[in-house]
């Protein structure tokens, strides 16, 4: 029986530096998952179809199951655990743009990259955005209609004081 080598991966993940003693072949998603407890970022088809395991490496969406950790190495990794109080996640709750929830992580993620990287994004772009995630429960207007606002969100906050108008 051939032994299998394993090395050991400096990872940083949320902010931290995680280490992990792992094989050079194991996909991000597995290490995120089973090594780090990480179960926000969910396996789905694990082809790179289904963006249910979307997470941020270097603020870019990421299919985990398509990357192997040993990859992210020198990169930061921002998985669902990651993620604060962001508009996109209060929008969802508003809009209730989710029903069992199991894809809602990947697309918090794909969509909070999105309103970091295209604070302006039209209906295009965003329509754009969510083919890269599927949900087999809900309808994407729901989801639309979260993202739209928390768009909204980052426009008001990224304006200057000085042109917010203030109602009494």
């Not at 050991?8 to 902010?15: F, M």
């Not at 194991?26 to 289904?50: H, I, M, S, Y």
Request: aromatic share 4%; charged share 20%.
């Amino acid at each position: 029986m051939e032994e299998t080598t394993k090395c050991e991966l400096v990872l940083h993940i949320n902010g931290e530096q995680r280490t992990v003693i792992t094989r050079q072949a194991e996909t991000l998603l597995f290490v995120l998952r089973d090594e780090l407890g990480l179960t926000g970022t969910k396996p789905g088809c694990l082809n790179g179809d289904c963006g249910a395991c979307t997470v941020l490496v270097n603020g870019t969406p990421i299919k985990s199951c398509m990357m192997l950790a040993i990859e992210t190495v020198g990169k930061e990794i921002t998985t669902i655990e990651g993620l604060r109080d962001t508009p996109i996640q209060h929008a969802f709750v508003r809009h209730f743009a989710f029903q069992c929830g199991y894809c809602t992580p990947g697309f918090i993620m794909n969509i909070h990259a999105l309103i970091e990287q295209h604070p302006n994004a039209d209906q295009s772009t965003i329509q754009e955005w969510l083919q890269s995630n599927i949900c087999r429960c809900t309808s994407y207007q729901e989801i639309e209609a979260a993202v739209k606002e928390a768009l909204q969100a980052k426009k008001t906050d990224i304006q200057p004081s000085h042109n917010r108008i203030s109602r009494v």
